[in-house]
């Protein structure tokens, strides 16, 4: 069974950075999609940044294109979201999460959760002065 562990969440002021890092063990990486969501408090679910299988594909949702980036290493079975120029309503538990690479679901476009099979238990990051 494919786990995932995340990592890297925190307080941060606005304008600041975090890396989240999240650690994927049980399977080989090679046939998964790698995405990352987030979920503030009263509100639905959001599918942040994936990458796909190949790292050769990435996608972001509107919120965050320009100030996010995605990155994966198969070898070391790892991903990391880079996220720079927080703001306050970036404040969200924040998921990594697997799915097989095929269609879609291998990042054709910003990533949904029904698509992911394997998700970690999330860490919180806090964006505020």
């Known amino acids: 069974q494919l786990t995932v562990v995340e990592s890297g969440g925190g307080l941060v002021q606005p304008g600041g950075s975090l890396t989240l890092s999240c650690v994927a063990s049980?399977?080989?990486?090679?046939?998964?999609?790698m995405g990352w969501f987030r979920q503030a408090p009263g509100k639905e679910r959001e599918g942040v940044s994936c990458i796909s299988a190949t790292g050769n594909t990435t996608n972001y949702s509107e919120s965050v294109k320009g100030r996010f980036t995605i990155a994966r290493d198969n070898a070391k079975s790892t991903s990391t979201l880079q996220m720079n120029s927080l703001k306050p309503e970036d404040t969200a538990v924040y998921y990594c999460?697997?799915?097989?690479?095929?269609?879609?679901?291998?990042?054709?476009?910003?990533?949904?959760?029904?698509?992911?099979?394997?998700w970690g238990r999330g860490t919180q990051v806090t964006v505020s002065s």
């Open positions: 049980g399977f080989s990486l090679d046939f998964y999609a």
């Open positions: 999460a697997a799915a097989l690479a095929f269609g879609y679901a291998d990042c054709l476009g910003p990533p949904r959760a029904p698509d992911y099979e394997s």
